[in-house]
């Protein structure tokens, strides 16, 4: 069974960088040809689609966020890694790490076959 757990930082202070782990266990990152997202989500808001890491290493960012955003991995630990730079009050959400079979930079939660439980992050001095 796939999982993916997210971990890191719950507070993380303004202008700070917010650095977010998904650790993925029963497939490999590296699988042909899966996609791993990062997907936040705002108090009160909907989903957004931060960015995405392929199976083969190639990356995807929102194109609003992509000055402040970088996506990783370490495939000997099977980890993808979220880095996001220069954070203000209204980066306060929950991150979630979730697999597409495609690259598809959506906000429908179906495309997306499996999720973390996410994590809460609060950007506060």
């Known amino acids: 069974q796939v999982q993916l757990q997210e971990s890191g930082p719950g507070l993380v202070k303004p202008s700070q960088t917010l650095s977010l782990t998904c650790t993925v266990s029963g497939c490999s990152i590296t699988t042909n040809a899966y996609y791993w997202n990062w997907i936040r989500q705002p108090p009160g808001k909907g989903i957004e689609w931060m960015g995405a890491i392929s199976y083969s290493g190639s990356t995807y960012y929102s194109p609003s966020l992509r000055s402040r955003t970088s996506i990783s991995r370490d495939t000997s630990k099977n980890q993808v890694t979220l880095q996001l730079s220069s954070v203000t009050t209204e980066d306060t959400a929950v991150y979630y790490c979730?697999?597409?079979?495609?690259?598809?930079?959506?906000?429908?939660?179906?495309?997306?076959?499996?999720w973390g439980i996410g994590t809460l992050v609060t950007v506060s001095s």
């Open positions: 979730a697999r597409s079979p495609i690259h598809i930079a959506t906000t429908q939660r179906n495309e997306y076959d499996y």
